[in-house]
């Protein structure tokens, strides 16, 4: 199991809950669509916001991401489990893609920076190497 990339989405919130749950067949993380979209955007009602995205998404961007929700239970406010949609992480990523909202503006450039990251890692695999060492000194404790 990979806590770094929990860790690492769920800090990118800055304090918002965002509900995940640990798919051990599939080896990946879900993340609560709802609970994004209500971080990203100043919505009342983030369930309607993810419908009408849903339909622009498929309508105007000609994106199948809401066809690569999986519902899976997941704790509600009410203290029942009850199904939720759920992403995952390449998922949760795209679907911050597609959210227009000054909120949503950080975290695009973050994945923009990490992006370029890597592109400039395939022309120089030691940029990558550098990465992994700084990374494996950082968690020496």
Do not use: H
Request: aromatic share 10%; with cysteine; charged share 35%.
């Amino acid at each position: 199991m990979d806590n770094n990339k929990l860790d690492t989405i769920t800090n990118l919130f800055e304090g918002k809950e965002i509900r995940s749950i640990w798919d051990s067949e599939q080896e990946e993380y879900f993340f609560s669509v709802v609970d994004v979209i209500s971080a990203l955007t100043d919505s009342t009602n983030p369930r309607d916001y993810w419908y009408k995205l849903k339909i622009r998404m498929t309508e105007v961007e000609k994106s199948e991401l809401s066809t690569k929700c999986r519902q899976l239970k997941m704790k509600a406010q009410d203290g029942k489990m009850r199904e939720t949609d759920t992403l995952d992480t390449k998922g949760i990523l795209r679907l911050i893609e597609s959210v227009p909202s000054a909120k949503a503006e950080p975290f695009k450039l973050w994945l923009a920076q990490m992006g370029k990251e890597r592109i400039d890692e395939v022309f120089d695999p030691e940029l990558a190497v550098n990465r992994a060492v700084d990374y494996y000194r950082s968690k020496r404790i």
